[in-house]
């Protein structure tokens, strides 16, 4: 199946940044869409930044103008360049996919980082 790990997460004070990583087991050709995700104590699972196979990329208007994914190919990587970080940002982030198992598209899950924001 596919593996996917993420890195890049820590301690960092307010207005900085952070690059996170997500690292996948298999080319991104084979998969569907990479997303971000992230889960802050008190609050659901929610959507940061997705990067279709096709169109333009979407972000949480929470991060819109503060973070940007990018993803190369020859790495099989997805990044989230986090800027600006505030405490409303801590929380865990998932790397999430898709791939086909010859019968449906089945979800993937990275175990997580932790990104604390805080003085």
């Known amino acids: 199946q596919v593996q996917l790990v993420e890195s890049g997460g820590g301690l960092v004070q307010p207005g900085g940044s952070l690059r996170l990583s997500c690292a996948a087991s298999?080319?991104?050709?084979?998969?569907?869409?990479m997303a971000w995700y992230r889960q802050a104590p008190g609050h659901q699972r929610e959507l940061v930044a997705a990067?279709?196979?096709?169109?333009?990329?979407i972000y949480a208007d929470s991060v819109k103008g503060r973070f940007t994914m990018s993803r190369d190919i020859a790495n099989n990587t997805v990044d989230l360049h986090m800027n600006s970080l505030q405490p409303e940002d801590t929380a865990v982030y998932y790397c999430n996919t898709q791939a086909w198992n010859g019968l449906q598209w089945e979800d993937f899950w990275g175990k997580g980082t932790l990104v604390t924001v805080s003085s």
């Open positions: 990067f279709p196979k096709t169109g333009s990329r």
């Open positions: 298999r080319s991104l050709f084979s998969l569907n869409t």
